[in-house]
């Protein structure tokens, strides 16, 4: 998760847009959209799938609408996989938009508004979001984005090429395809590391996680989740949403990845309360808590990232090296480090940053 390089939201009253950047920089709150007419614009240099927020006050929203601006300056409907109504803290996702569609776009005092200035007009990803009714104004806290290729930049890889120009639309690879080499470089990372510094979803809906039941706690399967939105009981019939408070239901430490339950509940089978001797209803029990929550290293605190961080940007410059078609783009003469060489040499000092960086557990 990172931070978006612009926030802004749109005022109609004023036909003017108000810079929350800073905001999100500095984590401080801001309201967002107050009246069916305003709009929020979301900018990024690079792709993204979708964002997560953290709400002081829930908002009462109906009829919001999320659309990306194409390359050819129109708002279209992005493919949501989540329907998030600012109404709590949660998330929202969707599907990434064709390439050929979705590009870098820079605003003007033209455009989206017709006299209202933007705060600057570099070219960036946008997306928005409006609502067609407002009943009251939700109050963000924290807001970061989920991008596309997450552990390094296609400027990075360029620099650590050494080429002559930055990857772009134009180039062989283009920006784009350096952001889906960077993207397999960080499934291979998590993969062999059995860690990630992406934001992770585990929902209720579509992938449960169950775990078992332990009147003092429990450990989920991955321990560095980053919120727990959600903990459900299964009583025998039907799930029962916990509350949240050490004088509640339960509550969280996320420092040690562990939720403590504050007190008892009578589950039968697994504690022989009724029907232990009964060949029906064992295991019953067995997996009964139900958790949404997201997980995942935070990139910004979290000590280890500058090495993923290297070891992505040189697995995807790599990848590129391999390709007679993107050699052009590299330096090269009769001093250098001949091509096979140098990926020989990549492949070896990856191989053993990610086997060390396996071995390292940090709590």
């Given at each position: 998760m990172q931070r978006p390089s612009a926030i802004w939201l749109y005022k109609s009253n004023t036909n003017s847009f108000q810079d929350l950047t800073q905001n999100i920089n500095n984590n401080s709150n801001f309201d967002f959209i107050s009246t069916s007419s305003d709009e929020i614009f979301i900018g990024s240099e690079n792709r993204f799938t979708g964002f997560y927020s953290d709400l002081v006050t829930g908002g009462g929203y109906s009829g919001i609408s999320y659309s990306y601006l194409s390359r050819g300056s129109a708002w279209k409907g992005l493919q949501l996989v989540d329907n998030y109504l600012f109404d709590k803290s949660k998330y929202q996702r969707w599907n990434l938009p064709k390439e050929i569609d979705w590009g870098r776009v820079g605003f003007s005092s033209a455009f989206p508004h017709a006299n209202a200035?933007?705060?600057?007009?570099?070219?960036?990803?946008?997306?928005?979001?409006?609502?067609?009714?407002v009943t009251s104004s939700a109050i963000v806290s924290k807001f970061r984005i989920f991008s596309y290729a997450s552990y390094t930049t296609p400027d990075k890889v360029a620099n650590f090429l050494q080429i002559k120009v930055k990857f772009d639309g134009t180039t062989k690879p283009t920006d784009l395809a350096v952001e889906d080499l960077i993207r397999r470089g960080e499934d291979l990372i998590d993969y062999r590391t059995k860690k990630s510094w992406r934001t992770n979803f585990i929902t209720e809906e579509t992938d449960p996680m169950l775990v078992d039941y332990n009147r003092y706690g429990v450990y989920l399967r991955h321990r560095n989740f980053i919120k727990i939105y959600s903990i459900q009981l299964w009583t025998g019939s039907a799930w029962q949403t916990l509350v949240e408070g050490k004088n509640s239901d339960f509550f969280v430490n996320y420092d040690l990845g562990m939720i403590y339950f504050t007190r008892m509940f009578t589950l039968p089978v697994v504690y022989g309360i009724a029907g232990r001797y009964y060949q029906y209803n064992m295991g019953e029990f067995k997996n009964s808590i139900k958790v949404d929550y997201i997980y995942g290293r935070d990139p910004e605190v979290d000590p280890e990232f500058y090495i993923v961080e290297d070891i992505t940007t040189k697995l995807a410059s790599r990848d590129i090296l391999q390709h007679h078609d993107y050699s052009m783009l590299v330096s090269s003469g009769s001093d250098r480090v001949s091509l096979e060489s140098k990926v020989r040499l990549l492949t070896e000092e990856t191989d053993q940053k990610i086997d060390s960086l396996a071995g390292i557990s940090l709590y």
């Open positions: 200035n933007p705060p600057d007009i570099n070219e960036r990803y946008w997306v928005k979001i409006s609502a067609s009714q």
